[in-house]
């Protein structure tokens, strides 16, 4: 049974959404200043996007095709709030830093494309290995970019760990460079645009490589 | 309508009603965790800036005056008390400075009853990182200068840059941030000085959920 993976690789890697539909970018470039902000909102879009796949996926027979649309919205509201809480009550600090992203999570629309686009028509296990792969696949390109601009930016890698993973992962942040300033530019907006254009443009780098591979053209394209 | 409709609009009512009834679940369950949380990360702010923690004992993050004054800023502000044993050990002002060189800056101010300052930290800033946020006490030591300083160390001309012929530095690159930071500490403390007896006088004060914490 191929299927799932299938769907699972597309979200993760063919149709990754930061990286090649470049869907959800506000939040993606906005909170990637570290590692452990960009994980933190990965993880939380990881889960709305999933559970919002198998809910509609698991739904998808008895509504009403003018329903659809309300329907996807006030779930993801729904599911964005109870996340939006969740975070509040357990990862308080990192919920200081990620601020107002995790609510527009609602906004994110890779969330409402895969929603209408895959799993209204497609069953649930189906829709959970598609749920699961695009939110790993944003997840993925949030923890590289904020790894990279932290990297460059402060010289740490997995500043603020204990936020996400409690006091006792406090000494989890790598240091490298013991400096206060750093790569100014990787820091600010514009360093965001950077990184991820290089990230882009390794990807692009990747799948070229691949598809000059003979026989296996045709199926690069989707 | 037709009872296709009918039908749609009772599912999606439907769905509504259990969407917000999860939700207020959820809520229910984790409000009191969440009140905590707040009112941790605020008296965990305002240990920064008072004294040693055995010279209170009540809730300073609850313990607190709504203070609409134009030398501490043009909106109400919360001034935080600490008391030992009901008998007044330092305020926590908090002051915002409208002229930072992004946006305004606000800081909390702590003053002890003797007028002198245990501690100035920002809570909010959008000053240029690597320049203006040296503000922050993990970018550089710029804002420990305030500490122990009066309000009548220094003449009123003192409460200024170096360079504009007052007694304290600026940060590199950033003087405007440092001007800013400045003038609005220095208002601040100057407000403490005339208003002291006032801003102890008793309100309201809420239960205290962490009465039973260590502090």
């Known amino acids: ?222 | 309508m037709s009872r296709d409709r009918m039908r749609a609009v009772a599912i999606l009512v439907a769905v509504a009603m259990v969407a917000a009834g999860g939700l207020a679940l959820l809520q229910s369950q984790t409000a009191e965790r969440i009140r905590i949380n707040e009112s941790q990360r605020v008296l965990a702010k305002l240990r920064d800036v008072l004294p040693a923690p055995n010279r209170y004992n009540n809730a300073p993050q609850l313990d607190v005056l709504p203070v609409n004054a134009d030398a501490l800023g043009d909106e109400t502000l919360p001034v935080y008390r600490a008391r030992l044993d009901g008998v007044p050990v330092a305020t926590v002002l908090t002051a915002v400075a409208p002229n930072g060189y992004v946006d305004e800056i606000r800081l909390i101010v702590g003053v002890d009853t003797d007028g002198g300052i245990t501690g100035v930290r920002v809570l909010e800033h959008r000053e240029t990182p690597g320049l203006g946020d040296g503000i922050q006490t993990d970018r550089s030591d710029w804002i420990l200068a305030f500490d122990g300083r009066r309000i009548d160390d220094l003449p009123s001309t003192g409460w200024a840059l170096r360079r504009d012929g007052g007694d304290f530095d600026h940060l590199t690159g950033a003087t405007i941030t440092s001007r800013a930071v400045v003038k609005a500490v220095s208002r601040a403390v100057q407000y403490y000085a005339e208003n002291e007896a006032a801003l102890f006088r008793p309100v309201d004060v809420p239960a205290n959920p962490l009465e039973s914490q260590p502090r």
Do not use: Y
């Open chain 1, 1 to 222: 049974m191929t299927a799932p993976v299938d769907s699972f690789r597309h979200g993760l890697w063919q149709a990754n959404p930061g990286l090649v539909q470049l869907l959800g970018l506000c939040p993606l470039l906005a909170v990637s200043t570290t590692m452990i902000n960009g994980l933190g909102l990965g993880l939380a879009t990881l889960a709305v996007i999933t559970a919002t796949n198998v809910l509609v996926s698991a739904t998808r027979h008895w509504l009403h095709q003018d329903l659809r649309l309300p329907f996807f919205v006030l779930l993801i509201a729904t599911l964005v709030t109870g996340v939006d809480l969740i975070f509040q009550a357990w990862f308080f600090d990192l919920h200081a830093n990620l601020g107002l992203f995790i609510p527009l999570i609602v906004t994110n629309c890779v969330i409402l494309g895969r929603a209408e686009a895959f799993a209204s028509k497609n069953p649930v296990l189906l829709s959970l290995a598609d749920g699961v792969g695009h939110g790993l696949g944003f997840a993925g390109v949030l923890v590289l970019l904020g790894g990279l601009r932290e990297l460059f930016g402060r010289g740490t890698l997995l500043h603020g760990a204990e936020q996400l993973f409690g006091p006792g992962a406090a000494g989890l942040e790598i240091v490298f460079l013991q400096s206060q300033q750093g790569l100014l530019l990787a820091s600010l907006p514009p360093g965001a645009f950077l990184a991820l254009a290089l990230l882009v443009a390794l990807r692009n780098r990747l799948t070229r490589d691949r598809r000059a591979a003979p026989a296996r053209s045709a199926s690069q394209t989707s």
